[in-house]
């Protein structure tokens, strides 16, 4: 990006509140509520998820949707406590 170009988004503004850390919480939202919950589980998805099953010692579902894929990775990252922030 030049100097001449507007920056397209300050992460500083939050729009709603005026809080930086509301803004982020905005992101997160209930699997259950996804537009696109029901479809297949993504790649990125696909992967994690079957890695997570190996370590875990539980059987890898292929067959679940977006919604689905990311509650059982939340289930599977407890369960491992890979991924979890410490």
């Known amino acids: 990006m ?3 170009e507007p ?3 300050d992460e500083k503004d939050d729009f709603s509140t005026g809080s930086q850390e509301t803004n ?3 992101t997160v939202k209930d ?3 996804w ?3 029901d479809e297949a589980m993504t790649g990125a998805q696909r992967s994690y998820l079957k890695t997570l ?3 875990a010692g ?3 579902d292929d067959t679940l ?3 689905a894929a990311s509650k059982r990775i939340d289930e599977l990252q407890h369960k491992t406590g890979r991924g979890l922030s410490k």
């Open 2 to 4: 030049t100097n001449n």
């Open 7 to 9: 920056e397209l988004f």
């Open 24 to 26: 982020r919480s905005n």
């Open 31 to 33: 699997p259950d509520e």
């Open 35 to 37: 537009t696109t919950g």
């Open 53 to 55: 099953s190996d370590e």
């Open 58 to 60: 539980e059987e890898f």
């Open 65 to 67: 949707t977006k919604a």
